[in-house]
Each structure stands twice: as structure tokens, then as C-alpha cells.
């Protein structure tokens, strides 16, 4: 997800020590194992681990970058589903930590959206609470988001809407799938992008868990918004989303072939896509620019990493 020299050269001037991964460890049951990156870590008889370098790249600043993707998704579906968002208990941390713009309860018509709904909403607010947790005193503050005017951006950017109409993604249960499509293929890139980044397994492990639970949902959004007939105007925002994170084709329709049915996006060989960080800020943030805030994030994310790249 991240460019190397990116994190090194940001989360070099991090807080974040040794300390939180042992936060980490206790928080994922580990307590016992000792320090990560140590040979505590490993059972009788197994090979070492090596010690990250002195200086290396923190992989909590990994996570926390993760965590303001989580911090989006989450305040966008439990406002779908019950018409509120995260408790203030869960948006404290370091930061500023700022408001949510937008946002009601859907009206969903038809049972089984309504019910995937809910469990991807109950899912999200579990990955807010582990990382948090997991966290400890490292972990970020919900930064400012608009689940508001930004989809309006957004549709307006893939062509759903004129430019003098707006985009309401809880007006009904197709423009929640349409706007809860934006998310879900950047979440499943993101952290798979993530994955040579982090040194330490129990981090590792806990991304990996969180990155099939993004897929699962992905795949939900995907299949119910081609079996609804929609795949032409979440074909729209897959080549907005691709306009946006750069030259290279990281986005794929819901169809292809002429209207084959293409619900798993992958590349030849059969595997998922990656995103760098800078390439996920520039689809969240709404801009092809270097920026460092805009869209979904207004004042920007919290952490070190948070400038999108320029793809011009």
C-alpha cells in the first residue's frame, strides 16, 4: 500500500515505539510472546526471526493508516444501517480529531440488502475497535469526513449526475450499493498493497484477516449491484476510480467481454490488484494531484502518511 521511501522518510519522525507493538500483542492475545521482532516470538526449535533495523518503518504507522479507511467506511455504513455514527468513545487518539458531515438511515427495500448491510457495518466497527485497541497510544483520531457532498464529487466525476444535480447515496438501497462500491475495491487493493510492508507476523496476520473480510465485502457489493442491473453505472465509477490512482489499469468493470459477468476482479494470474498509499489518498481525496486532503477527508488523514501522488 505504501511507497517504501514514503514511510521510511514519514514514520522515521513517528512516535510510535516498541511499546505499542507490545500493546498489540496483548490486544490480539499475545501478551506472553514478549516484543515483536524478537526471537521471543518463536517457539522451541523454530528458525529466528530477524529484528527489523533500527529506523525501519513502524508497521503500527502501517495500521494506522489503515485506520482512517476503517474510521470512513465505518461512519458511512452505521449511518446507512442506523442512522447514527461511531460513538465519540471510538475517535479519540493523536491528531485532530474532527467531525462527520452527512449521513442518515436507508430505507432499504428488500431484505437480504438490508441484512448484508448490517453485518458490513458490524464488521467495520470491529475493525475500528480492534486497530484502536491493538493500537494503543499510537493509534490515530477519526480525522474530519464527508459522507455528504463528497459522493455528489464523486458521481459527478464518474458521470451518474449532471453538474447541476447531487448525489443522495441514502436516498435508496441502489445509490447505497453504487456509493458503497467507491469504498470497497479500494479497501481490498489497499491492504493488499500493504502486505510486503509489514515485518512483523502478528501484524501481518490481523491485515491479512481484515483484507478477506474487505474482499467478502466487496464481493457482496459487486454481485448484488450486477444482479440488480447496475453494472453500467458502477462501470462508471471503476473508470473514475481508475482516472484518479493513476496511468496504470488497477480497476476493473462488472462486466467484460461483452457483458460476461466479471464480479472478482483480478489480473491474469488470477490475483487481486494492489494500490500504494499515495494511490488510495488520490481516490478517497478525489483528485489525479498531489494533495493532502480533499473528498471523503476534507482536513486530510491522521498519521504520517497522507499525501495522494501526482498522476500527471
Do not use: C, W
Not at 495500521?63 to 455514527?85: P, T
Not at 458490524?122 to 486497530?131: K, P
Not at 484502536?132 to 493509534?139: P, V
Not at 494500490?275 to 494533495?291: D, G, H, I, M, S
Amino acid at each position: 500500500m505504501f511507497g517504501q521511501k514514503t514511510v521510511v522518510d514519514m514514520i522515521n519522525r513517528s512516535a510510535e515505539n516498541e511499546a505499542d507493538r507490545r500493546t498489540f500483542l496483548r490486544t490480539a492475545g499475545l501478551a506472553s510472546l514478549g516484543a515483536v521482532g524478537s526471537a521471543s516470538l518463536l517457539g522451541a526449535g523454530t528458525t529466528p526471526a530477524v529484528a527489523a533495523p533500527s529506523g525501519a518503518p513502524s508497521d503500527s504507522a502501517v495500521l494506522n493508516f489503515a485506520l482512517n479507511l476503517e474510521y470512513l467506511e465505518a461512519e458511512f455504513y452505521s449511518n446507512a444501517v442506523y442512522g447514527h455514527g461511531l460513538d465519540s468513545t471510538l475517535t479519540d487518539g493523536k491528531g485532530a480529531r474532527g467531525g462527520v458531515r452527512g449521513g442518515r438511515q436507508v430505507a432499504f427495500k428488500s431484505k437480504a440488502i438490508r441484512q448484508y448491510a448490517q453485518e458490513i457495518a458490524g464488521d467495520e466497527l470491529a475493525h475500528v475497535r480492534f486497530l484502536r485497541s491493538a493500537l494503543g497510544s499510537a493509534k490515530v483520531a477519526r480525522p474530519k469526513i464527508d459522507i455528504q457532498a463528497s459522493f455528489t464529487a464523486a458521481a459527478r466525476a464518474a458521470g451518474l449526475i449532471g453538474a447541476g444535480q447531487t448525489f443522495d447515496p441514502y436516498a435508496n438501497e441502489n445509490n447505497f450499493l453504487l456509493a458503497a462500491f467507491i469504498f470497497e475495491d479500494v479497501g481490498v487493493t489497499a491492504y493488499k498493497g500493504a502486505a510486503p510492508l509489514i515485518d512483523n507476523k502478528t501484524y501481518l496476520e490481523a491485515a491479512a484477516g481484515i483484507l478477506a473480510v474487505e474482499a467478502y465485502h466487496a464481493g457482496i457489493v459487486r454481485s448484488s449491484l450486477y444482479a440488480k442491473g447496475l453494472a453500467a453505472a458502477a462501470g462508471k465509477i471503476s473508470i473514475a476510480r481508475d482516472t484518479l490512482d493513476g496511468r496504470t489499469d488497477l480497476d476493473q468493470e462488472l462486466t467484460r467481454d461483452g457483458g460476461m459477468a466479471n464480479l472478482i476482479p483480478t489480473d491474469t494470474n488470477g490475483i487481486a490488484f494492489s494500490r500504494t498509499a499515495a494511490q488510495v489518498l488520490n481516490v478517497v481525496y478525489l483528485t489525479p494531484e498531489k494533495a493532502t486532503r480533499g473528498g471523503f477527508f476534507p482536513a486530510g488523514v491522521n498519521g504520517a502518511i497522507r499525501q495522494s501522488g501526482s498522476n500527471g
